[in-house]
């Protein structure tokens, strides 16, 4: 995961190719059992959440938040992106694209087109 990060800060996270991030958290709200491959995740800044300044809540209508995009080394998963990295490159909002499920968090990959 070092490697992964320096790589990151020597390109840009703008500049990859693929960004993918970690959803974590869905155990506080609704669980994960209705999240399927394909579907699309709303991310939005939350940078009035007590916790963390570069909190990005993972939101699906009509249900609202469903959990958060991983920023901690104990819960992104493999060469996903943290919040932290993916915060100021986004916009207020953008959209992600669930991949797979795992026992430790969601695998989404977020759309370019949402970034700065």
Known sequence: ????????RKKGVKNMKSMYI???GTNHYYGD?????DMIVKLKKDPKNIYDKEAIAVKMKPLGTIGYVANSMHTVIG???SA???YDHMKKTAKAKIIFKTNKGIIAKVYQKDMK
């Open 1 to 8: 995961m070092l490697m992964y990060n320096y790589k990151i």
């Open 22 to 24: 970690t959803i974590v």
């Open 33 to 37: 059992d209705f999240l399927k491959k």
């Open 79 to 81: 060469e996903t992106i």
């Open 84 to 86: 932290g990295r993916l």
